[in-house]
């Protein structure tokens, strides 16, 4: 359930990074120090000229072998874009909903008063998790709030969604 609703929630990420683009939180003056004269250079050129598809073609190589390089490990952002969804503050919740569920099905042996008692803590444990992610991100002034705050309801929806949950028990028992 949860690889699946990572699944769609990367794809509705990368459908709102190619349709919605908003100028970097930081603004332009952090956009400017981040970039460096060189990156500053690269896209006046590219503005003013145009690359051409080979130039294009070779920096999504470059770029693309770069990624692998750094095997994920943080990289300087290259652009002064931002998307209106904040993937970090979904990836959070989704790890929370995910554990959430797992803490549920494990405890369905338990007394009842226990159980209610053991699901408030762990909800309640991961409330405070969510909101010190929220808030770092929305502090760090790397994400508009914005894009916080709708990546928490639309990773809920997703997550919830019924159509997803099928897929997920059929993958599943298909597996079994």
């Known amino acids: 359930h949860l690889a699946l609703t990572a699944t769609v929630l990367a794809i509705l990420k990368g459908v709102l990074a190619w349709s919605t683009v908003l100028p970097d939180a930081t603004g332009w003056m952090g956009c400017q120090r981040r970039l460096g004269p060189h990156g500053l250079m690269y896209f006046r050129k590219q503005n003013s000229e145009g690359l051409g598809t080979i130039t ?3 920096d999504i190589c470059l770029l693309t072998v770069q990624s692998l390089w750094l095997l994920g490990r943080a990289a300087p952002q290259q652009l002064c874009a ?11 919740v989704l790890v929370c909903l995910g554990a959430y569920d797992a803490v549920s099905v494990r405890i369905d042996e338990v007394r009842r008063e226990r ?12 409330c405070a998790i969510l909101t010190a992610d929220v808030a770092l991100a929305v502090g760090s002034k790397l994400h508009y709030s914005v894009d916080v705050l709708l990546a928490i309801p639309l990773t809920f929806l997703v997550y919830g969604n ?10 599943a028992e298909r597996d079994t």
């Open 162 to 171: 019924p159509a997803i949950a099928m897929c997920a028990r059929e993958w």
């Open 56 to 58: 294009s073609v070779v």
């Open 82 to 92: 931002d998307t209106l969804f904040c993937c970090s503050t979904s990836t959070t």
């Open 115 to 126: 159980r209610s008692a053991i699901l408030g803590l762990t909800g309640l444990i991961l």
